[in-house]
């Protein structure tokens, strides 16, 4: 059983070594996804891989978790809720961009595919 520190490690290794095939070794079969880029909610796996596809062939990928924003909650058995804030930075025309991001995530500690369902939004501007 994984804790679910491990998996949120576990995922952004992923997206920083551009694994497609990782990030989908996560995801359980009828998990949601909520993406940080697109403006649809993603139920299907075909949808979550043309997503993560789409965002794993970006110039300079990476992510950097905001440590201190880090929150767990046991939610019930070897359900967790995961929320935070993270910073991902790819490049666009050969700039390096930052978006900084919150996000939240349901996982059943004990599946092989541990993400049920996964939200990330950009921050946006303060009023």
Same mark, same amino acid.
């Given at each position: 059983m994984k804790k679910p520190e491990q998996i949120l490690k576990e995922w952004m290794q992923a997206v920083n070594e551009g694994s497609l095939e990782g990030l989908l070794a996560l995801y359980d079969e009828k998990a949601v996804l909520i993406p940080t880029f697109s403006n649809r909610l993603l139920a299907k796996p075909e949808g979550i891989r043309d997503y993560f596809s789409k965002l794993c062939g970006r110039e300079?990928? @990476?992510?950097?978790?905001?440590?201190?924003?880090?929150?767990?909650?046991?939610? @019930?058995? %070897?359900?967790?809720?995961? &929320?935070?804030?993270?910073?991902?930075?790819?490049?666009?025309?050969?700039?390096?961009? @930052?978006?900084?991001?919150?996000?939240?995530? #349901?996982?059943?500690?004990?599946? %092989?595919? %541990?993400?049920? &369902?996964?939200?990330?939004?950009?921050?946006?501007? #303060?009023l």
């Open positions: 300079e990928l @990476s992510i950097a978790l905001h440590e201190k924003t880090l929150n767990i909650q046991n939610v @019930s058995g %070897p359900i967790y809720a995961i &929320h935070g804030i993270y910073c991902w930075r790819f490049a666009i025309a050969g700039e390096l961009l @930052s978006f900084e991001a919150r996000f939240s995530y #349901m996982v059943d500690v004990e599946r %092989p595919k %541990p993400i049920l &369902h996964h939200h990330s939004s950009q921050i946006p501007r #303060m």
